[in-house]
Structures are given as C-alpha cells and as structure tokens.
C-alpha cells in the first residue's frame, strides 16, 4: 500500500494493507488539518500512482489506494507528480526509495500483503482541495515519467533442479527466465530490465513505452479490474487505471492530435462507429495483439493492422430466454477480456435483417464465468422485444489454437472526396493454417439532400477448401416533408463467410417501407418485403396497406390489407412443414390514449385471412413514467411462428410480454452513484451489485419487472414462460445493495 504522510520526518507511517496474489494497498494522511475517524490524519486525494506495467490508481478522498493481483516479482512504485498540488514535496524515509521520494521498490512475493509509503512535505493546510483542483488544471505538454528497474539474481541450490517438483516457477516469487543461464543444475543465473515511459515530446506529439523482458504468463488481453477473483479492499474507494495494455512484453504509442501508431493490444472496430458509412457486410472486429496504425484527418480515416499469434475467432449467437442467464458458450477455453457481447433484434418477417443492436460492457451489463464460459448478464434478456421481434445474444471472442504462430493482417478506410459522399475500402487476409481466410470489401454512401441517404456495400470471402462468397447490400433512406420511405436490398451467398458479418449467409432480403401525411388527421403506410433461404431455393413475398384516421384526439383506427405467397419450399425453417402457402387478409386496429393516464395508451388488432379461418389477435398499451421508463404490455395470437407473413392453418401460438423500457444511464453516472466514500470504487460496486437500465420510481430506488409467455397450441411443444423482479437501492450514504429473483420453465 502507499501512503502519503506530510509533514512527517521522524513519525511512523499509518498501518496499511494489501489483499493476498501480491497487491499493495494503503493510504495517504497529511497533518493539514483533516482529522479522521480514527483520528489520524487524512491523506491527499487524486493523487496518480504508477507502477512500471502502466497500471496506475487514484488515491480516494483519504488518500487510499491499493493495487491486487499482481504477479510475485519486483515493481517499481512511482508517485506522478504533476497530480500534486503545487509546492509539495516528496521526501524518501526509507531505503526502499533509493535517495528519491517519489519511487520506490517494492518485492512482492507470492501472497505478500506489502506496504509502501510516500512522504509528502506540505507548504500549507491546503493541500487536499490543492490537489483536487490541480488535478482538474490542463497542464499542456505533459512532462516524461520514466520508471523502471534492473534487477539480477543468483539461484544456488543443494538440490538438483529436476528434482524439484516446482513446475517452471518458484514457490514464493517468478523465476527470471527470459535472460537466463546455468552451468549446471544447483547453479542458475537471471536478469531482467523493465521501463515505464510517458510523457510529451513536444508539444503534439505523445509517447507511452512499456518493456518487461520477463513476460508474465498471467497476463491477459486488455488487464482490467478483477472482480470476485481476490479479497476485496474495504476502505478503499481508490480508482485503478490501466495504461499500456499488451498481453506480450512490449508496449509501445506514438499519438500525434488524434492518428497514432502502437503495439499491443487492440481491437479492429470499424472507424466511423455505427454510422450510415460504416460497413456492415465487410466488418471485421476482432480482438488481438500487435501493430496498429490509425490515421485521421478532416476528411480521411485509416486504419491498418498486423498480428502474429495463434488467436482463432469464435462467434456465438444464443436466443434470449427471459430471464439474466447463465448463457452458455460454445467454447469454454475464449481469452478472458477478449470478448463483444452484443444484444441483437432482428425482424422477425426477414431474420437476416438487424433492427438494433446494443453493446453490453463487461462488469456494468454482464459477467463472464471464465472457467465454465457461461455469460449471467445484470438485467433479463427478453427472447422477443415489444413488438415481438426475437432477440438474441451475440457473443465473439477469441480462442488460442494450437500449433505455430501465424499472421493476421488487414487494413481499412474511409474518404470523403466531397462534402456529402463518403466511400470505403476493407482487406483482411488471415493465415490460420487450419482455417486461411481473407475478406475484401468496399462501400460507399452519399447524401442526396432533402433529408434523403443512399448506401452501398460490396464484400467478398474466400475461405479455406477454395469456397468463396459474395454479399451486396443496399440501403435509400429518405424522409422529406411529411413523407418517410425505407428501401434495402441485402444478399449475401451461402458461401460468404464473415464471421464478424451480423447478416445471415445464403440469405436474400428486400423490403420498402413508406408513409406519408395525407391530412393532419389522415396517414397513408405501406410496405412491401421478399425473403428468400438460398440454400431451400424457398422464397415469401408479401404486402401490406393500410390507412390510418384520427377519429377524436384521443381514438385513432388504422384498416389496412395484406397479401403474402411463400413457395412450396420453406423461406426458413420455421414453416418447412406448412407450405406452399398463399393468401389475403384484412385487418383493423384501434389505438385510444388514456385521458385519466397522462402518457398511456392502449390498443386492440384483429387480422383475419379471407380465405380461411387464420387470423391474428393483439391487445396491448404502454405507459410513460418519470420520462426515462416505459412500461409495455402485449398479448398476441396468431396463426403463425414465423410472424404475420406466414399466416397458415397448421400453427398457432400465444405470445405474452410484460416489460419495463428504461434509458440506459450512462456508465459515468452509473459508477458515481455506487461509489462509496472511502469503500468502494464506484465500478467495482457496480460489477458487485450493480442493474442498470432499471425504472425509477424515487430517488435512488429503481425497480425492474418483466414477464414473458410463448405458447403454441398446435404445430409445436417449445411452451416458455419466464417471470423477473429487481430492486436496487442507492440513497444511502453508507450501503448500497440490489435484489433479484427470476423464474424461467
């Protein structure tokens, strides 16, 4: 632990602490006057600590800080002293710090709870709003840290090395391997060297340099925080930070404004984010270590990577089921940190089609059992949304293959030539020697004006066992006055074999949606769609009219047409047995808002085929609290499984969804409300106990209920049922705690 004593010459440091794995925790106290609870000094908050991996923590209101897991080995201690406040100064009381007050060393050895303390002479009281508010200044150009260390060994042994049983690693600390010899087996030589470099070179140009010649086995992609996995720090709200993020040896950035070049640990995420531009069939998202190389200006965005390793990618897609897990992967062997967790929506007429798609952050949204590979997510994920669309849970994560290494390059872009056109390219080649594959895209999107977007997309895989597949996809968007209009065209080849690609492969979709204002009372909508399975050869294809009236203020009543054919072989797997199919229906819709209940609304539908007795019921209404949270209820029965296209007389089912629709809190907010002075960090809470994405019904109560029913009653026997409640209380200033029970059959 490190603690920060002001003033302090001749006065022993405070008691401090550190959690077992090797970890250094403690405090900082000052004699500014700040007395504690125990009567000791407080310490100085924001103050920046650094060990020589780039793992670094923030000191808490009273100067705690601590680090946890750290590898049995020596690390040198250095205290950033730009986060001071003006005029302290760092005085060495021990021989640990080498003559210099602002480092030290520390040998942790395997289960060491070690301490390491810090001496700051105080000009005045101040010094704790002092570091607060210097902490928050722009400093500019940021002066270089360096801190490193040299450290060499002899081993001498009465007993022959083989015949210790002790693995490649000692007992109490790692052996240094990586610059190693012996000239026999009682007698073994070691050195290892280790920097840490950050700072500014001039006054646009930044630079971070990390190098351990003994790399560490335990290390993992994209080190984070470690909940569950060692004893908890009470007392300790410090915030860590992890700078320099390679699983190898090696780190090294060179950033200039916002291009930079840099190894280590990365991920290959499109440039433009989920934008109109940003390609879809040629993404490539990907999890891995080595050189990257990012290029930005006003106009352009490069983006160019290599990789040498043995990492192999792994893409899991698995139905919502109601209730927060556990989900279980396909692979239980996936690098920890190196997973995406997504929650896709598809349509449920075109299951090719993705309607939305939200991200969930590790530790804030989900937790991953790294042993058993199974996924419990902190909220339940519904298997059908409001409007019954299936919902699914997207996982790819990396996987390490056997055998030699091997490369993974790739490199992408996009270029705005004009104002309003936007074209891109994508190549990635990977030499996986059990699985070649290489990806070769371009896109293009460009605005029409008058509120109108067109896209294109043209991608191409080839794969191993010389398979190669294309996939197009295009996409006009166009809302000028009063009228809105969708068109797409999505076709991707059943042997297109993009993993990171979310479109379905041997799939052929189009579709136009449209509606216009005929009056202020009157709406005309439309929409016309063609599925096809390329592997069945089956096709559907239907469409639907309707018309839609505001009888009074408060009633509005929609009459609207449908038509739909699917061919004698399924479109998808989900009518193979109640095909051919062909026909016409009509359908009626009353919507009233609620003039007792401001913001609520309820709705009755009712379809029937005109040729036969298949039809479509749905009751249901929403209502809008707080203006964060919706609250939605729907019932359906329908004649169908594969949505209101299929309409036919060998399937039925009753579908229930009960749920509560909050906007999501951002993680800011999130981990300010859970941290605890002087406890807990905010984001370890919240990967404790944390929700998220809950109902609020008062100040620091929040609430979460959702229920669910899929019942066919003929044509199939999957009966769900699942039924969720959350209770999360945040107000007190002193505990936090959450509450959850689930029930799925």
Known sequence: AVYFDCDCEGEEPHAGYASSGGALSGGDASRGGYPSRDGAPYGIPGVRVVLQDGTSAVTDEEGHYHFEGLSPRSYVVRVDETTLPAGATLIPHSNMHAGDGASLFADLKRGDLYRADFSVQAVDGHMRTAAADERDRDHGPRPMLISGLLEARLDLRSIAKGDLRTGGRD????????????????????????????????????????????????????????????????????????????????????????????????????????????????????????????????????????????????????????????????????????????????????????????????????????????????????????????????????????????????????????????????????????????????????????????????????????????????????????????????????????????????????????????????????????????????????????LEHALKTWLRAELGLRASDESRRAAGALTEDVTPNEFRSLRAKLTSDLPWFEDANVYGEYEQVLERSNRRAAVGGDYSMFGRARVYGRHEMISSFAGPYALNSGQTQNTTVVGVAAEYMDSQSVFSEYRIRDAFTGREAQAAIGLRNLWTVAEGLR?????????????????????????????????????RAEYRS
Not at 709 to 737: D, K, M, Q
């Open 171 to 546: 007992r109490f600390e790692d052996e240094l391997q990586a610059i190693s010899s012996g000239d026999d087996e009682h007698v073994t030589a070691g050195a290892r060297a280790a920097v840490l470099a950050q700072g500014s070179l001039s006054d646009d140009l930044e630079l971070t340099l990390r190098l351990d010649t003994d790399d560490d086995e335990r290390s993992r992609l994209f080190r984070d925080i470690r909940p569950n996995e060692f004893y908890d720090a009470y007392g300790d709200a410090s915030i860590r930070e992890f700078d320099a993020q390679s699983k190898g040896r090696f780190f090294g950035r060179l950033q200039s404004e916002r291009s930079f070049l840099q190894y280590g640990d990365f991920t290959t995420s499109d440039p433009l984010g989920a934008s109109v531009a940003s390609p879809q069939l040629g993404r490539y998202a990907r999890t891995l270590n080595g050189m990257l190389g990012h290029l930005e200006s006003e106009t352009s965005t490069v983006n160019a990577f290599a990789s040498r390793d043995r990492f192999r990618q792994v893409v899991d897609e698995i139905p919502g089921q109601g209730v927060s897990g556990p989900y279980s992967l396909s692979r239980s062997d996936g690098l920890i940190n190196s997973e995406r967790v997504e929650i896709i929506t598809r349509d449920r007429n075109q299951p090719s089609i993705v309607l939305k798609t939200e991200p969930m952050q590790r530790f804030l949204d989900y937790r991953l059992e790294p042993l058993t590979g199974r996924l419990i997510f902190m909220r339940p994920v519904p298997s059908v949304d409001a409007n019954l669309n299936p919902v699914t849970i997207r996982v790819s994560y990396e996987t390490e293959s056997g055998g030699d290494s091997f490369w993974v390059i790739g490199a992408g872009g996009q270029h705005a030539p004009v104002e309003d056109l936007n074209v891109g390219a994508t190549y990635v080649r990977d030499e996986n020697p059990s699985s070649k594959f290489e990806l070769m895209g371009a896109n293009a999107s460009v605005d029409l004006g008058a509120g109108t977007f067109l896209s294109g997309e043209y991608a191409r895989t080839e794969s191993a066992g010389a398979l190669s597949g294309d996939a197009f996809r295009l996409e006009l968007r166009s809302s000028p006055k009063d009228i809105e209009t969708r068109l797409f065209y999505l076709d991707t080849d059943e042997s297109f074999m993009n993993p990171s690609a979310r479109a379905f492969r041997g799939r052929r979709e189009a579709g136009i949606r449209t509606h216009a204002a005929l009056g202020p009372k009157t709406r005309l909508m439309g929409e016309a769609i063609w599925t096809e399975d390329l592997v069945r050869n089956g096709i559907r294809k239907g469409a639907h009219v309707s």
């Open 703 to 739: 609430v979460h209920t959702s229920l669910e029913r899929v019942a066919p009653i003929s044509g199939g026997t999957n009966n769900t049922f699942a039924v969720t409640g959350a209770v999360e209380y945040t107000n007190n200033p002193l505990w936090r705690g959450s509450a």
